[in-house]
């Protein structure tokens, strides 16, 4: 019934994507399971591990996407929330390894023995059994969502100054996380992970479900954000960015149209970095880096803000071409990203997916002026 609501709301285009996003999770990890290795159609499994991340950085560019494209609010902190929801996956396969750790503490995780804890921390009871870590990678991160909000938008902060406290926020965290009296592995984070949900991380098949779940995440994030925009009450919001003074002279109540998409993009944001975690095999404070939520306001922009599509194609793109200048020319990859960032600025306003409506406008302008 709730799949059928929001598959209804989409229009044609966001639901020849989706089935395309669904095509993509489920090909690659059938060819990986099935195909011999020597076949051409066998896909390695490093290749499955690479595009998985992708996938997982694509639902937080869609996160980004539906909080600035839509509602006008430039977040430069959901890289925050990814890490929070990445963090609670972390906790969960720690306590999976049991008695396997280097130690032996069947308690204790390893840094915890290293550091001389003497009993496992309030906060990590629970997270041994999946059923309690699934409800937190969503709930922390949209509590933070919450409570920064709701300050912040009863405050009627906006714009740049918004901006700067999200961003203030996602390295006050950084630095917390940093620090070894946080019970979270400090400077080194959590790694060496065992097994997920009984079933080996290392595994083919683990890691081919694993890329399955981060496409299906990705086609389930669309279809609820395409619902939501396309709603009333999406109308309403983009009512908001476009003239929220308007909207508040009409008798809408503005900041809870800004907190529930806040809060929704952060629980979205977190679930992506609960998938990443597993795949790459770690998590440490550096995903709380101010640079990364700069990095997916990027993605967004070489995609197109306000699209949906856009962010997705933008993500892919951008960590595509980071993969490969990092490995051939590590020194030339900043200095490109920044011209990237200033090229998109300057040329795809509306990024790649609105070429073709500026090519269109373009045509059209010259038509009227060769008829006038």
Not at 33 to 39: F, H, K
Not at 188 to 194: A, I, L, P, R, S
Not at 294 to 322: M, S
Request: proline residues 5%; positive net charge.
């Amino acid at each position: 019934m709730i799949q059928r609501f929001l598959w209804r709301g989409l229009d044609t285009k966001l639901r020849l994507f989706i089935g395309l996003v669904l095509l993509v999770g489920i090909v690659p990890p059938l060819l990986n399971l099935l195909m011999p290795p020597g076949s051409p159609f066998y896909v390695p499994a490093w290749m499955l591990q690479l595009v998985g991340k992708y996938l997982c950085y694509a639902s937080l560019a869609l996160a980004v996407d539906l909080v600035w494209g839509y509602c006008g609010i430039l977040s430069l902190g959901h890289a925050a929330f990814f890490a929070l929801g990445g963090y609670c996956m972390g906790m969960y396969l720690m306590r999976q390894i049991g008695s396997r750790g280097v130690y032996g503490n069947p308690v204790l995780p390893d840094f915890m023995v290293f550091l001389n804890y003497k009993e496992l921390p309030w906060f990590w009871h629970g997270f041994d059994h999946f059923w309690f870590a699934a409800p937190m990678i969503v709930i922390v991160p949209s509590v933070l969502a919450l409570a920064l909000g709701w300050f912040a938008f009863r405050s009627r902060v906006t714009g740049v100054y918004l901006s700067i406290i999200t961003q203030a926020m996602t390295f006050a965290l950084l630095l917390a996380f940093f620090r070894n009296d946080m019970g979270l592995g400090g400077n080194n984070g959590m790694t060496d992970f065992k097994d997920i949900l009984g079933f080996p991380v290392q595994a083919d098949g683990t890691r081919a479900t694993l890329y399955f779940a981060s496409a299906l995440a990705l086609a389930l994030f669309l279809m609820i954000a395409g619902a939501v925009v396309g709603s009333r009450f999406g109308k309403a919001l983009t009512a908001v960015r476009d003239a929220e003074s308007r909207m508040r002279f009409l008798g809408y109540r503005v900041e809870g149209y800004k907190l529930f998409v806040f809060v929704l993009s952060a629980a979205m944001a977190g679930i992506a970095g609960a998938l990443y975690v597993p795949q790459v095999g770690i998590i440490n404070p550096s995903e709380f880096s101010p640079g990364n939520s700069i990095e997916a306001v990027l993605w967004v922009a070489v995609g197109g803000r306000g699209t949906l599509i856009g962010p997705v194609i933008g993500a892919f793109i951008v960590n595509w071409t980071k993969t490969y200048l990092t490995g051939a020319l590590p020194e030339v990859w900043l200095f490109a990203l920044g011209g990237l960032f200033v090229a998109v600025t300057l040329f795809l306003p509306r990024g790649i997916v609105g070429l073709w409506g500026q090519y269109k406008a373009r045509q059209e302008r010259t038509k009227r002026t060769a008829t006038a």
